[in-house]
Nanobody
Framework: QVQLVESGGGLVQAGSSLRLSCAAS????????MGWFRQAPGKEREFVAA????????GYADSVKGRFTISRDNAKNTVYLQMNSLKPEDTAVYYC????????????????????WGQGTQVTVSS
């Protein structure tokens, strides 16, 4: 079992920045690809960003490219999402997730590819 806990959410004004953190309970997180998803009220959960187990490969949704950066520190069992130039449409509950790496640079882009999920952290961006 891998337990994930997100933190760093809050209420900010458009154009501001936030950094989300996701702490894993086990050293086995170093063998997992990680991802960030978000879900706004009345909408389906959508992909935001993903990173391979080594950190060598990343992927982003078109809506956040150039603004968000995913990174990880395996020594701390933590993955981060740096969010810059936030927009009101970024308002959502943000979830981190873990997927067992099928190969060294494995990255998953859909929710069904992930086995473990955090509880979520609220990000609200005011206009």
């Amino acid at each position: 079992q891998v337990q994930l806990v997100e933190s760093g959410g809050g209420l900010v004004q458009a154009g501001s920045s936030l950094r989300l953190s996701c702490a894993a309970s086990s050293r086995t997180s170093s063998n997992y690809a990680m991802g960030w998803f978000r879900q706004a009220p009345g909408k389906e959960r959508e992909f935001v960003a993903a990173i391979s187990s080594t950190g060598g490969s990343t992927g982003y949704a078109d809506s956040v490219k150039g603004r968000f950066t995913i990174s990880r520190d395996n020594a701390k069992n933590t993955v981060y999402l740096q969010m810059n130039s936030l927009k009101p449409e970024d308002t959502a509950v943000y979830y981190c997730a873990a997927a067992a790496a099928l190969y060294r640079e494995y990255v998953a882009y859909v929710a069904s590819g992930y086995a473990y999920w955090g509880q979520g952290t609220q990000v609200t961006v005011s206009s």
